[in-house]
Each structure stands twice: as structure tokens, then as C-alpha cells.
């Protein structure tokens, strides 16, 4: 009897080594996963028509994340925001274009 406890304990103790070997696995791939989808989101870029829509502000924000807001006002006078996640280098020449559309100087110049 004490035998077949014995090896019910060892096969008990291999079973958790598999669990623990296939939860590292699971954590691995949605590791994977989510720095994949931060490199999508980094490395995206984004053409905004600032004749289209009546934007008055883009914005840096960090929501858990750093995220561009851009401030528009809709044909019908409501004012919105819409949430970009993109790099901090794309903020800024978001940024800059807008910056050229109301014809404000680049930082530093008067």
C-alpha cells in the first residue's frame, strides 16, 4: 500500500512540474503576443486630413499608456476626443503637421 502511495505522490509531483512547465509556456506566448501588438502600435503611422475635421489640440496622455488625444469639434458642434496609440515619435510629427495646419512656429522660434 505504501508503495502505491509513493507512487502516486511521484506522478502527482510530475504532473505540477508539467503544469508549471506549460503555465511558463502560456506566459511566454501572450508575452509574445503583447509586445507584438506594442511593436504594431509603435511602428504605425497615421495620416489625419486636418481639412476635414475641425481638430483644436492634439495631446500626450498616459491612460495606463501613453496615448495621442486629439481634440475635434463635429459638424454638428459637439466636441469629441480621439485616442491614438502610436510612439511618442509619431505624437510628434502628428504634432508638427498639425502645428503647420494652424501655422503655429516649431518650439523654440518666436
Request: net charge positive; with cysteine.
Amino acid at each position: 500500500m505504501f508503495g502505491k502511495v509513493k507512487k502516486l505522490k511521484q506522478a502527482l509531483a510530475a504532473a505540477n512540474e508539467r503544469i508549471k512547465i506549460l503555465e511558463k509556456s502560456i506566459a511566454d506566448q501572450k508575452d509574445l503576443y503583447n509586445n507584438a501588438q506594442e511593436d504594431d502600435i509603435n511602428n504605425s503611422t497615421f495620416v489625419i486630413d486636418f481639412n476635414a475635421i475641425n481638430v483644436f489640440s492634439i495631446e500626450r496622455l498616459n491612460k495606463g499608456q501613453a496615448v495621442t488625444v486629439i481634440g475635434f469639434v463635429t459638424p454638428d458642434g459637439d466636441t469629441r476626443q480621439w485616442y491614438l496609440y502610436c510612439s511618442h515619435e509619431e505624437h510628434n510629427r502628428l504634432a508638427e503637421e498639425f502645428k503647420k495646419h494652424i501655422k503655429l512656429p516649431k518650439k523654440g522660434r518666436k
